[in-house]
């Protein structure tokens, strides 16, 4: 089983700079990558960013070039970085992991969410 703690996010003006910060504990043999999601109302949860246990990210195509997701294996933390916000980013973001353990194979884990609201 992986725990995930979530932090950061809250409220921002448009333009502005956010972090959002996620660490995993528990029992796992490896972590195969790391990640955040989003949901804003009415919508699906989408993928934000990812990145593998090789180090290699994939961002989602409207936040490339804004955010930046990176990790720390020693720690087994995924941080966001997120600068020139915009409205449209405003949503609960998740972040997701997926671990591999000798009882349960790969299991993907989430976060408990964590609001982001960009608004002058």
């Known amino acids: 089983q992986v725990q995930l703690v979530e932090s950061g996010g809250g409220l921002v003006q448009p333009g502005g700079s956010l972090g959002l910060s996620c660490a995993a504990s528990?029992?796992?043999?490896?972590?195969?990558?790391m990640g955040w999601y989003r949901q804003a109302p009415g919508e699906g949860r989408k993928l934000v960013a990812r990145i593998t246990g090789e180090g290699r990210t994939n961002y989602e195509g409207s936040v490339e070039g804004r955010f930046t997701i990176s990790r720390d294996p020693v720690k087994n933390t995924v941080d966001l970085q997120m600068s020139d916000l915009k409205a449209e980013d405003t949503a609960v973001y998740y972040c997701?992991?997926?671990?591999?353990?000798?009882?349960?194979?790969?299991?993907?884990?989430w976060g408990q969410g964590t609001q982001v609201t960009v608004s002058s």
């Open positions: 528990g029992t796992f043999v490896i972590i195969n990558y």
């Open positions: 997701n992991v997926n671990a591999y353990g000798w009882s349960t194979g790969s299991v993907d884990y």
